[in-house]
């Protein structure tokens, strides 16, 4: 199956990219950094790092797109927001946003379908590579750029073996001076 | 006149870019037969020599008034307030055995620098602007009103500020901001060897704009050639 994706590029041709491609670059990326790296944890760090990158530029992107949605003053809207138009426009799924926990600081996105991982198998050398922990990296840097702290990580993975992927999201604090005049 | 000029400032109140619309700015030239050089007073500002008081007719039938800064001498330009072989100017202006000298005299636009200063203090007066307002969550200034031009700002949620300067009749400048929002995130932050903050020095996104600009002049009616300043 290949998914289209659609983006915009110079003179506003709207320019469509086979998914598959997509996945083959990303599976590209993560195989070289495999080759790269000793272990797992400095993989899923580089993994994190490049997606923080990808994250405080996309968030500019996605601001521009929908200049109607305005800023979130409590975790429910952001994740809402997150799920419903963030994964949405850039990768084609909207996950669920579950599993709040007591306080209301924490919620799971939980993706039936993650399309970084169509054809991969994790192998028994990396038992701890978390493939697509790019997607960490970019909440957390798109979200702090929005002047949210927020800590990101995988619960569930479908390529270890577990039913779904869940994405875990922890706010830890609003960057208050951060903030820029009049957005507070 | 249209759209004057376009600023970008990042969140931390530095100017990351800068574009000015070429326009028709003032030049002329004067000629002196003898010493002294009568009708203008001129005196050293930063690194021009500019005329301070007096105004003088130029040989076109401009007028060289307040302000005007000096930028050739004898067909030789002035830079830093010194010829190419490193006399001073005011040396050859106050040297009788220059004369009969041709002065040429043009009105500058701000440095760099001094620009600089000028949006990181507009930066500072945006959020004390923000502070004053009556209203919760107000949004800062929006517009600001002179004379002979408009100085309009929008800041993205970030804190990134797109600032265009244009004259009182340029319609639909907030749509005009958005378009240059839009072209900041394609060809600014996609491109992968530009940091975050940093001065725009991105190719593409210097000809889009250039584009864009042209399309909002049009609907103006007016039709002015565009270059990079």
């Known amino acids: ?184 | 006149m249209g759209i004057i000029s376009v600023y970008i400032i990042s969140k931390a109140g530095g100017m990351i870019f800068s574009h000015d619309m070429p326009s028709q700015s003032r030049e002329g030239e004067v000629e002196f037969q003898q010493y002294p050089v009568v009708g203008m007073l001129l005196e050293e500002v930063d690194r021009n020599l500019v005329v301070k008081f007096g105004e003088v007719r130029a040989l076109d039938g401009g007028l060289i008034q307040v302000g005007y800064s000096l930028i050739a001498i004898n067909g030789q330009n002035v830079v830093n307030k010194a010829l190419a072989d490193g006399r001073s100017a005011l040396s050859v202006i106050n040297d009788p055995t220059s004369f009969p000298l041709r002065l040429r005299f043009k009105r500058l636009k701000a440095s760099i620098n001094e620009r600089i200063m000028l949006l990181s203090m507009f930066h500072s007066i945006y959020a004390i602007s923000v502070r004053l307002s009556p209203e919760e969550h107000s949004k800062g200034i929006q517009c600001l009103e002179a004379q002979s031009f408009n100085f309009h700002c929008m800041q993205t949620r970030t804190g990134v500020k797109f600032i265009v300067i244009a004259d009182k009749q340029q319609q639909k400048v907030s749509e005009l901001l958005r378009k240059i929002y839009e072209l900041y995130t394609d060809y600014v932050l996609k491109n992968p060897f530009y940091s975050l903050d940093m001065p725009i020095k991105c190719e593409l996104f210097t000809s889009n704009l250039l584009k864009v600009l042209d399309v909002a002049d049009k609907d103006k009616g007016y039709t002015t050639g565009t270059t990079t300043a």
Not at chain 1, 9 to 25: I, M, N, P, Y
Not at chain 1, 84 to 92: A, D, I, S, V
Not at chain 1, 99 to 127: M, Q, R, T
């Open chain 1, 1 to 184: 199956m290949s998914r289209q994706y659609v983006g915009r590029s110079q003179s506003d041709r709207k320019v469509s990219v086979s998914g598959e491609l997509f996945a083959l670059t990303y599976g590209a990326l993560v195989a070289q950094l495999v080759k790269d790296y000793e272990t797992d944890d400095e993989i899923n760090k580089q993994l994190n790092k490049m997606g923080y990158n990808i994250g405080i530029r996309l968030i500019e992107d996605f601001l521009a797109r929908f200049p109607d949605i305005g800023r979130c003053y409590d975790l429910k809207s952001t994740a809402d927001i997150l799920a419903k138009q963030g994964f949405k426009t850039f990768l084609g799924i909207v996950p669920l946003v579950a599993n709040w926990n007591a306080k209301g600081d924490e919620f799971s996105l939980i993706l039936e379908y993650n399309p970084l991982c169509d054809f991969v198998e994790l192998s028994e050398d990396h038992p701890n590579l978390l493939y697509s922990n790019i997607i960490c990296g970019v909440l957390r840097g798109a979200l702090e750029m929005v002047q949210l702290d927020v800590d990101v990580w995988f619960v569930q993975d479908t390529l270890k073996g577990d039913d779904t992927t869940e994405i875990r999201l922890k706010l830890n604090k609003r960057l208050e001076d951060a903030v820029p005049a009049g957005e507070d």
